[in-house]
């Protein structure tokens, strides 16, 4: 059945149109007609007697040969996707759909044999108790320098893992130090690895600089490959901290050997970072502390001055209220001075024997192996996806054609 449209029609006419559009059967099969017309609220003899006034007017023409399935038939009555018509779409242009699933397989698996093959190796690091809880005696001694007057010292140092791994001098440093590959046996930096120092096939703009005075090209290309591999090593390295506090690192490259070191030497790298970084806070605690401690050394011997002056000008107790007052005052101030000294004193000491002490304050949990299978390219899964998004894009091709071919 073939609709035409070419005269202005009536509402009623429209609707009728409509009816047949979406159920076509109703031009000659009587019991569908009968169901379709009680549907829409009129009688099976008036759909008739409008199906055939159509019919004479020239909108409805019968042509057996040709049945198609037009933009309408794709909309229920209610505008939702007529399922069944795409379904008869796509099981008539099923080739179309082969042909773009296959095509999009095929490019999937050659760009999964062709990736960069990557392995992975992990570490698990956990923060020690001290570099938790932070302070130490310095901690203790903070407190006592304010109850003392001796102001503050500023809050004990805290250090958090992924930014020390996030760090462009560990990424640089990873960079430029020579490690043992596949690829160079005796041992290479990650930017002869990546052969990234070695110039393009063709390169009209590094030829230009070479040109133009005053221009060090060699020094612009070493900044140049040095930054390009520090951003692929950081695309390499993968930090993740856990709310139980482990943090777990995954490096991932081309050597599975290559990864597990680089893996281990980033957990060599911040254990050393950290005990340098403490190491060097207790020696700077040290040194305030011994500094007060010969204030309070000073400040106190000047109060015992002042005392036994006033007892060799005053060798009586004397009844006088302000003699007795400055006397108490004497008496009062030697004693904070002293145990002020006293305090510091040992204080000193702790700290000395904190800045020489080893203190464990990161926990290696696990070291990297390197890794026996790949991690990617996932070749099934770059392969299934292929697959299934060339039906996703088949599909509405099939529909246009179709619908052009109707």
């Known amino acids: 059945m073939i609709y035409v449209h070419a005269m202005k029609l009536t509402a009623h006419e429209e609707k009728i149109l409509k009816i047949v559009k979406n159920n076509p059967k109703v031009v000659d099969q009587p019991a569908v007609r009968s169901r379709v017309a009680k549907k829409y609220g009129i009688t099976e003899k008036t759909l008739r ?17 040709i049945n198609p399935i037009n933009k309408e038939s794709l909309l229920t009555e209610n505008d939702e996707i007529n399922l069944s018509a795409v379904w008869e779409i796509i099981r ?16 999937g698996l050659v760009y999964s044999l062709l990736a960069t093959v990557y392995f992975t190796s992990r570490i698990s690091l956990y ?11 310095f901690g203790d001694f903070q407190g006592l320098a304010k109850s003392f007057g001796l102001g503050a010292l500023g809050s004990a140092p805290t250090y958090n893992i992924p930014d020390i791994i996030d760090s462009r001098k560990l990424k640089k440093d990873i960079v430029l130090k020579t490690w043992k590959n596949n690829k160079y046996p005796k041992g290479s930096t990650l930017i002869s690895f ?40 950081d695309d390499l390295i993968n930090v993740r901290e856990e709310i139980s506090g482990l943090i777990s690192v995954n490096v991932s490259m081309q050597d599975p050997h290559l990864a597990s ?24 605690n040290r040194n305030f502390i011994e500094k007060q401690m010969e204030e309070a050394r000073l400040q106190n011997e000047k109060s015992e001055d002042l005392l036994t002056e006033f007892r060799k000008m005053n060798p009586l107790r004397l009844d006088t209220p302000s003699k007795e ?7 009062s101030a030697v004693e904070e001075n002293r145990a002020v000294y006293i305090t510091l004193r040992q204080q000193f000491e702790i700290a000395k024997i904190d800045e020489a ?13 390197p890794a026996v299978k790949k991690t990617r390219p996932k ?14 894009i088949a599909v509405p091709f099939a529909i246009y054609f179709d619908r052009r071919n109707s």
């Open 261 to 284: 070191d680089i893996a281990n030497y980033i957990a060599e790298y911040v254990k050393n970072f950290i005990s340098v970084e403490q190491k060097r806070e207790a020696t700077r």
């Open 92 to 107: 008539k242009n099923k080739k179309i759909l082969i042909k773009f699933s296959f095509s999009t397989t095929c490019l």
């Open 49 to 65: 007697n409008r199906i055939a006034e159509l019919r004479k007017r020239g909108l409805l023409t019968k042509k057996s040969e």
């Open 194 to 233: 990546w052969e990234l120092d070695k110039p393009p096939f063709f390169s009209p703009l590094s030829t230009i600089r070479k040109l133009l005075p005053g221009t060090n090209s060699e020094i612009d290309k070493l900044d140049k490959d040095l930054h390009e591999a520090i951003l692929k090593i």
């Open 127 to 137: 923060p020690a108790g001290e570099l938790i809880q932070g302070g130490g005696s």
């Open 379 to 392: 070749r099934t899964l770059i392969v299934f996806l292929s697959f299934f998004a060339g039906l996703v």
């Open 357 to 369: 002490k080893e203190k464990l304050l990161i926990n290696i949990l696990d070291t990297a192996e």
């Open 325 to 331: 007052m400055k006397r108490e005052r004497h008496e």
